[in-house]
């Protein structure tokens, strides 16, 4: 499969608990988007890379957040002091900038489904 | 701030009925609009996007969106349904400069046999 791919596809953790979350982008992707769904909603944006740079944060972001791409490829996402509004889908996307803005397209992965107890 | 409202948060439908889902966007500037798709169990899916140029745009499953500027809209049709359109809809923007989205609430789409 060379789509996105993300681990684990379902998390259950206490609250209070630390969870990391991962993200394998198309290869050769430059850009790397985290976004957050919870039932009833769409996406929310949380946060993407350009390559390994962490260009933008929402305010959604707590800093209970944290995500990296160390090298450019894979990113993680981890939550410490997990709160059960943490509760969501966390989808991950990647796309490869090229020629202009405009013809960006964004490819999404299935998700982690975290449930907080 | 951009924002993306889709009218309907659930449509129940027969199979051969057609199909219209609204979204209306606010946002001042040039902007890029998508509908996404995500059926049971599966990943968000592109269905078709507008960028410029002709406003009827055409995607994939014979899906077909038109950009009405003057009323901020990008409503999805698709003629006649069947069972496997059974899914989530999303409408999305973005601004021309970037590709991070903002994506409307969905409307939940059931086409019974």
């Known amino acids: 499969d060379t789509g996105v791919s993300q681990n684990p596809r379902h998390k259950i953790t206490k609250r209070g608990q630390n969870v990391t979350f991962r993200c394998d982008p198309i290869s050769e992707h430059n850009r790397l988007y985290w976004y957050r769904q919870t039932l009833g909603q769409g996406p929310e944006f949380l946060t993407y890379?350009?390559?390994?740079?962490?260009?933008?944060k929402s305010r959604l972001l707590s800093d209970r957040f944290s995500a990296e791409r160390p090298k450019g490829s894979f990113s993680t996402l981890e939550i410490q002091r997990t709160e059960q509004g943490d509760s969501a889908m966390y989808l991950c996307?990647?796309?490869?900038?090229?020629?202009?803005?405009?013809?960006?397209?964004?490819?999404f992965g299935s998700g982690t489904q975290l449930s907080v107890l | 701030a951009q924002s993306v409202s889709q009218h309907n948060h659930h449509v129940i439908l027969s199979e051969a009925a057609s199909l219209e889902l609204g979204c209306n966007y606010s946002y001042g500037g040039t902007v890029n609009l998508f509908w996404y798709v995500q059926y049971p169990g599966q990943h968000l899916q592109l269905l078709l996007k507008?960028?410029?140029?002709?406003?009827l745009v055409k995607g994939i499953k014979g899906f077909e969106a038109e950009f009405i500027k003057s009323k901020f809209s990008f409503n999805l049709r698709k003629p006649s349904v069947q069972w496997s359109d059974t899914a989530e809809y999303f409408c999305?923007?973005?601004?021309?400069?970037?590709?991070?989205?903002?994506f409307g609430a969905g409307t939940q789409v059931v086409v019974t046999p």
């Open positions: 999305a923007v973005n601004d021309h400069s970037w590709g991070k989205l903002q």
């Open positions: 507008y960028f410029s140029g002709d406003p």
């Open positions: 890379f350009q390559n390994e740079a962490q260009l933008e």
């Open positions: 996307a990647s796309s490869l900038a090229s020629g202009g803005p405009t013809n960006e397209k964004l490819f």
